[in-house]
């Protein structure tokens, strides 16, 4: 049989979500893989705190709403009607000015038969929503209400910034990430990766890299993790692999190179790390 172009490459697995179709799809091209869930997502039906959250915001309504991803923004709608609030929600999200972070944004606000008043022209673009409501696109924004639905990034620097220009800021966090269930897994993780025992850990998003960090902190772990990850790429380390640039936000901060995909999808991820092992030489 001709061997898959991930053979040989021991892949280090931090996602929750998805994570068996991850490992379905490196197992297929020849990998090998090590699982450690670095956090738990809870589904939406069942986060209180994006309820209260929810009927807060159909209480006190906002000025200005960003939508920063469709699978989020689309989710937070679902949830609602199940929880009986979808009309009302609606009716608010139709009254403020709606700002999507990129064409998905844009795409799931249309598709739920509302309008945005401006959408950013990059994919998934926080700098430009930012600079765009400072400079005033929707007026000023001192005692204003703003609701920005976060998805993954948690995005401190674009709410710092619109607070110290005086909004009132919502956090509407569609998904609640929970510490990791089975803490002996990210242990192994942690050691297999500061061990050099994998040669790839990926990452699907940026819970889950804060939540490795998290854990090699607590364990007094936190520098060699991270001095094992900037080790590649190209070098002797582990090779970072994130789904995309949000998802290597906290990377970048702590200068951790890291590799990902034009396309923000788990299949691509694969194919950009499958080019990168192709361009890089083995033992």
Same mark, same amino acid.
């Given at each position: ?43 939406l039906a069942d986060d209180a705190e994006l309820a209260a959250t929810t ?10 709403? &960003? ?28 009254d403020a000015a709606l700002l999507a972070r990129g064409p998905k944004a ?50 401190t620097g674009f709410l710092a910034a619109l607070r110290e220009a005086g909004?009132?800021?919502?956090? &509407? ?20 990766? &500061? ?30 993790? &991270? ?57």
């Open positions: 049989m001709t061997p898959g172009p991930l053979e040989g490459v021991r892949v280090g697995v931090t996602a929750d979500r998805r994570a068996d179709d991850q490992i379905d799809l490196l197992h297929r091209r020849g990998a090998t893989t090590l699982h450690g869930p670095t956090m738990r997502i809870v589904p009927r807060a915001l159909l209480d006190a309504p906002p000025a200005v709403v &960003v939508a920063t991803t469709g699978q989020g923004f689309r989710g937070w709608l679902e949830v609602a009607d199940e929880w009986g609030l979808g009309e009302r929600l609606r009716a608010v999200l139709g844009r795409g799931a606000i249309r598709g739920a038969g509302l309008r945005e008043v401006w959408a950013a022209e990059a994919t998934e673009s926080s700098p430009e929503v930012l600079e765009h409501l400072l400079a005033g696109g929707e007026g000023p924004l001192a005692g204003r209400r703003i609701a920005v639905q976060l998805h993954g990034d948690p995005m909004a009132d800021v919502v956090e &509407v966090h569609v998904y609640r990430w929970e510490p990791p269930p089975d803490l002996p897994a990210v242990d192994a993780l942690i050691d297999a990766i &500061v061990g050099r025992d994998v040669d790839v850990v990926t990452f699907t998003s940026a819970p889950a890299v804060e939540g490795l960090l998290q854990r090699a902190e607590t364990l007094g772990r936190d520098e060699d993790l &991270v001095a094992a990850l900037r080790g590649g790429p190209g070098g002797s380390g582990v090779l970072a692999c994130a789904v995309g640039p949000v998802t290597a936000a906290p990377l970048d901060r702590r200068d951790v190179p890291s590799i990902a995909p034009d396309r923000f999808r788990l299949g691509a991820m694969v194919r950009r790390l499958e080019e990168h092992v192709a361009g890089t030489p083995r033992p």
